[in-house]
């Protein structure tokens, strides 16, 4: 049966009740207003809520065609669906330009009244679903929800929010898996073309014979294949923020088109004789010293100046590595929340293994590193040293820089200490284990490493 909330106005209280109690037995929760000045007090207070306004066109106080406007913009996810007693092609047609979901005359409509309405409804529930989704997908890439709060990643986020209200062309140069696509993202909700497409293009993903028809779209008979026109992802990115991740990898004839683009806002498709014109603005992203490739041949230097308008150095993760502990905590939350299994948190030497490593893979290894965690850990316990890849374990124990006697002395106290605890509980290694609060694992690696494995 259908649910959620339906406004009716009309002046006539018969007619008005009569369509609230027949939408009433379909499910509906129905609202009802006398006139325009009411019906839109009631639209605002509840304008989450409101799936469609039932309006008659002849108010005491309005015009219910010259309401649509206001009624879109108090609920923009509502449908609006206008009633008359005598109804004009002339009113149905502006009815229908300004937005309206369907035009019924009273008298007429009593087969097709609940049929509308629930059609009605039904494309409102899934505005409002994409609606939702867009806010939480806004909100997943602000620069508010970035995990970490260290120095480098504070600056780095500072003069990100400098430039995203701008057009400004934005390089972000730094390692793989550091975190562009991220930034790229934040910077394009913070613009004013949030609510317009993020098309984001990973240029090393794309065979190069390919890139240029993907990018440009081409005319139909453009090459042997070209069956129909297609259009390219600059345009599907029309009033939006473009995204290309590793441009490095552009062929240099590729680099010219785009060159153009960023000159004159237009490009020419393959097989097209005119330009098409777009309104763009570009994030691109790079793991090389692009300066230097255009040194030396390998990227143009003219699209790699007009390119470097605001460049953006987003740092690795062994750069920040107080940031470590907030990113896994996050993930080993994220990934426990689709297993469905209770993880409570980080073991110590857990945490001391992640901050000590150099993270080559930067961001993503971290998150991949946290997933395979996640899955082998059991639920109920923190998360042991023992779920992390070997090469975690090969690393030994830090040795702090003149500190390497007491370092040796802190070894052979925990050796005696694991010996005593050995020989007080007749070799019982989980038992061991349990009262040391470490992984079995990382018991068995210890008595090893000191030699009391007997």
């Known amino acids: 049966m259908p649910t959620g909330t339906l406004l009716i106005i009309d002046d006539e209280a018969r007619l008005r009740q009569l369509l609230a109690q027949v939408l009433e037995l379909e499910g509906y929760t129905v609202l009802q207003a006398p006139d325009a000045h009411r019906g839109l007090e009631l639209l605002q207070q509840h304008a989450a809520d409101i799936l469609l306004v039932l309006s008659d066109v002849k108010l005491p106080d309005a015009n219910g065609v010259d309401l649509l406007p206001r009624f879109k913009a108090a609920a923009p996810d509502a449908e609006v669906v206008l009633l008359t007693a005598f109804g004009t092609i002339p009113d149905g047609v502006k009815a229908m330009k300004l937005g309206a979901f369907d035009y019924l005359t009273k008298g007429d409509f009593e087969q097709q009244l609940v049929v509308v309405v629930d059609r009605a409804a039904e494309k409102a529930r899934l505005r409002q679903r994409v609606t939702e989704l867009e806010r939480r997908v806004g909100q997943q890439y602000r620069f508010e929800s970035m995990i970490g709060g260290s120095p480098e990643l504070r600056r780095v986020q500072q003069l990100a929010r400098q430039v995203a209200p701008t057009d400004s062309t934005v390089l972000l140069e730094g390692p793989t898996g550091s975190g562009k696509e991220l930034f ?189 965690a996640a899955i082998l850990a059991p639920a109920g316990e923190p998360l042991a040293a023992d779920f992390l890849p070997d090469e975690f374990h090969a690393l030994g124990r830090p040795v702090k820089p003149g500190a390497d006697a007491t370092d040796e002395s802190l070894r052979a106290m925990e050796a005696r200490h694991i010996g005593k605890l050995m020989g007080e509980m007749d070799g019982n290694k989980p038992e061991v284990a349990k009262k040391l609060a470490i992984g079995l694992t990382t018991l068995y690696r210890k008595l090893q490493e000191y030699g009391l494995e007997g």
């Open 184 to 372: 790229a993202q934040a910077i394009h909700q913070a613009s004013g073309r949030q609510g317009k497409a993020f098309v984001a293009v990973n240029c090393s993903a794309f065979p190069k014979d390919l890139l240029e028809s993907e990018l440009f779209g081409y005319k139909k008979g453009a090459f042997t294949g070209a069956l129909s026109d297609k259009k390219g992802l600059l345009e599907e990115a029309n009033g939006g923020t473009l995204f290309l991740d590793e441009i490095g990898e552009l062929e240099l004839n590729v680099q010219a088109k785009f060159l153009r683009v960023l000159e004159s806002q237009s490009f020419t498709k393959l097989g097209d004789t005119k330009p098409t014109k777009v309104n763009i603005r570009l994030v691109a992203a790079t793991n090389r010293n692009l300066k230097q490739e255009a040194a030396e041949g390998r990227f143009r230097p003219d699209l790699y100046y007009r390119l470097s308008v605001f460049t953006i150095l987003v740092p690795s993760l062994k750069d920040r590595p107080t940031d470590v502990p907030p990113l896994a905590n996050y993930f080993l939350q994220h990934f426990a929340a689709r297993l469905s299994k209770r993880l409570p948190g980080l073991s110590p030497e857990t945490l001391a293994m992640l901050q000590r490593y150099p993270w080559p893979g930067n961001v993503r290894e971290l998150k991949n590193v946290l997933e395979r």
